[in-house]
């Protein structure tokens, strides 16, 4: 077995990651690097026009250069889950495999939106594939999607079976026993697949392999949120909630909670817009009904200048930002560029924690000292990470047994946050692999 760490190993984005047994091989996410990206177009790059080797010069994309020799290897992309660190890349880079892109339907309706609004066609069958169920790829590999939870629907694990043994990915996911939406992870298919003694290798999720304890479910983030929302005193004051785009279950109570309060959800932002239209279109959510979405910056101006000769204390505002963008909706909200004049007592929820980098701490923080100094009154971590702290990584990793950790998604104190808790776990240093982008490791 090869394994290539193409993106995301030393850093939280363009996830990308390389399996080969044998001549056949498999691509588990293309993603982006959100903040690279973001600081890509506002430097002039245009997304719709950019090439792939823009991208990979702005360090917005996973430079996958290194996987030329294998590129007519390659079987399958499959697509963990609907997050644009773990799809968004594909427009740009999916068309130079000759192979299908599997993921969940969910997923696989995300990505078409993305297509559709930067209006590329690629040539790759988009393969649709409900969790539980498995898909043979080609003579010796076959791939398992697996249910698991996440700060979104239909996220999968995903089981390369092969003649050598199994590589599981599990890139960005939790162990949520009281989800709002969908179902708790499948613990028993885990089970079975460590009884089996064939995970040859794990790649996996290490964001916060150096927080102790277990992620805390979203239903206790839900109670958070209802407390806030409809315990506090916001009369006459505005309220402005800042949640993870693709957080269904999050916007699910959201909703709920303002129209019990008497206001109406108004959502704000170009990501909301895209997930929203693809949960609908898969019958999750049913958002859009009594609550206006605006996508786009013309859009969302003329409308705040609307709400605002309503009354602000009439409306719940939903906005992108809640990483401190500068340019999100939030971002031009804080420094006054859109209409949105914030009084003073106003009250601003973090529906998120900040994705602890360095570039994400610095702009959370220049936005909350911008909001205190206007006199707002701020809620943070009003929520519940949608990754495995430290003891759901030691739990998972007793399920799936795996012969080898290969940790992912993360930067280096990251990845070597889950090595140390695999040599705690009794893995010793030839079973433990920390990659930096472009490395290859042979099992």
Not at 164 to 193: C, S, V
């Given at each position: ?27 588990f ?10 600081d ?95 898909l ?12 698991i ?26 162990l949520?026993?009281?989800p ?26 290490a ?53 019990k ?183």
């Amino acid at each position: 077995m090869d394994i290539i760490g193409v993106g995301g190993y030393g850093e939280v984005g363009r996830n990308m990651t390389f399996a080969q047994v044998g001549q056949e091989a498999a691509i588990f996410d293309i993603g982006f690097n959100i903040q690279k990206l973001s600081d890509f177009e506002e430097t002039g790059g245009d997304r719709k026009l950019a090439t792939k080797q823009h991208l990979i010069k702005a360090e917005a994309v996973a430079d996958d250069t290194v996987l030329a020799s294998y590129k007519n290897n390659v079987k399958g992309i499959l697509v963990s889950h609907c997050h644009l660190d773990h799809c968004g890349a594909i427009p740009f880079m999916a068309n130079e495999y000759k192979a299908p892109i599997v993921g969940t339907p969910f997923t696989m309706e995300v990505i078409n939106n993305l297509l559709r609004d930067d209006n590329i066609k690629i040539k790759n069958k988009l393969h649709r594939i409900n969790n539980g169920t498995t898909l043979k790829i080609s003579d010796n590999l076959e791939l398992e999607f697996i249910n698991i939870t996440h700060s979104t629907p239909s996220t999968s694990l995903i089981a390369l079976h092969t003649k050598e043994g199994i590589i599981l990915y599990a890139n960005d996911f939790k162990l949520d026993n009281h989800p709002i939406l969908g179902q708790k992870p499948d613990y028993k298919r885990i089970k079975e697949l460590g009884d089996s003694g064939k995970v040859r290798a794990v790649v996996l999720d290490a964001c916060y392999s150096n927080t102790p304890g277990k992620t805390p479910s979203e239903k206790v983030a839900r109670e958070m949120l209802k407390e806030v929302m409809l315990e506090e005193d916001l009369q006459g004051r505005a309220l402005v909630i800042s949640c993870t785009a693709s957080h269904m279950a999050r916007i699910k109570s959201i909703q709920e909670f303002s129209h019990k309060i008497g206001r109406e959800l108004v959502v704000a932002g170009r990501s909301f817009l895209k997930y929203i239209s693809a949960a609908e279109a898969m019958g999750i959510s049913h958002y859009t009904k009594g609550t206006q979405i605006w996508g786009h910056r013309a859009e969302i101006a003329k409308n705040f200048k609307k709400i605002a000769k309503n009354g602000l204390d009439k409306y719940v505002v939903l906005a992108t930002g809640g990483q401190g963008e500068p340019h999100s909706v939030l971002g031009r909200m804080t420094t006054g560029e859109l209409p949105f004049a914030f009084q003073r007592d106003d009250a601003i929820i973090f529906s998120n924690k900040v994705i602890p980098t360095e570039i994400n701490i610095r702009n959370r923080a220049q936005m909350e000292k911008k909001l205190v100094d206007n006199k707002l009154r701020l809620f943070k971590d009003v929520h519940s990470s949608g990754h495995c702290y430290r003891e759901d990584l030691r739990e998972f990793i007793k399920l799936c047994n795996p012969e080898h950790i290969i940790p992912c998604q993360g930067e280096p104190k990251m990845l070597e946050g889950l090595k140390s808790l695999g040599m705690d776990m009794g893995y010793n240093a030839k079973r433990l692999h920390v990659l930096q982008n472009g490395q290859k490791i042979t099992i």
